[in-house]
């Protein structure tokens, strides 16, 4: 069993930034892949980020590319997201995965079935 705890949501101003945080406890992170999901009000949750176990690959939501970086320290047992030039539109929950599935060449879990492990999420509030 991992138990995930987020941290350092907020509300910011658009153009602002923010640093998620997600603590595990239980087992080491270093076994799974790991990824940032968003849930906005009336909206289905969607994909993020994801980050590979040794942190070499990571993928992106198209319109988070280039403002948000996903990064890992597994000796610390977290995960970390990195949010600039932060819009309204990225207001949401946003929760940390963790998935037995291990990236694979060109591919990586994407979708919340595949994610074993859930976060209790932490609000971000852009404001315009």
């Known amino acids: 069993q991992v138990q995930l705890v987020e941290s350092g949501g907020g509300l910011v101003k658009a153009g602002g930034s923010l640093r998620l945080s997600c603590a595990a406890s239980?087992?080491?992170?270093?076994?799974?892949?790991m990824a940032w999901f968003r849930q906005a009000p009336g909206k289905e949750r969607e994909f993020v980020a994801s980050?590979?176990?040794?942190?070499?690959?990571?993928y992106y939501k198209d319109s988070v590319k280039g403002r948000f970086t996903i990064s890992r320290d597994n000796p610390k047992n977290s995960v970390y997201l990195q949010m600039n030039s932060l819009k309204p539109e990225d207001t949401a929950v946003y929760y940390c995965?963790?998935?037995?599935?291990?990236?694979?060449?060109?591919?990586?879990?994407?979708?919340?079935?595949?994610?074993?492990?859930w976060g209790q999420g932490t609000q971000v509030t852009v404001s315009s």
């Open positions: 980050i590979s176990w040794s942190g070499d690959n990571t």
């Open positions: 239980g087992r080491s992170l270093s076994e799974y892949s």
């Open positions: 995965a963790a998935s037995w599935i291990p990236f694979s060449p060109g591919d990586h879990p994407k979708v919340g079935d595949e994610y074993d492990y």
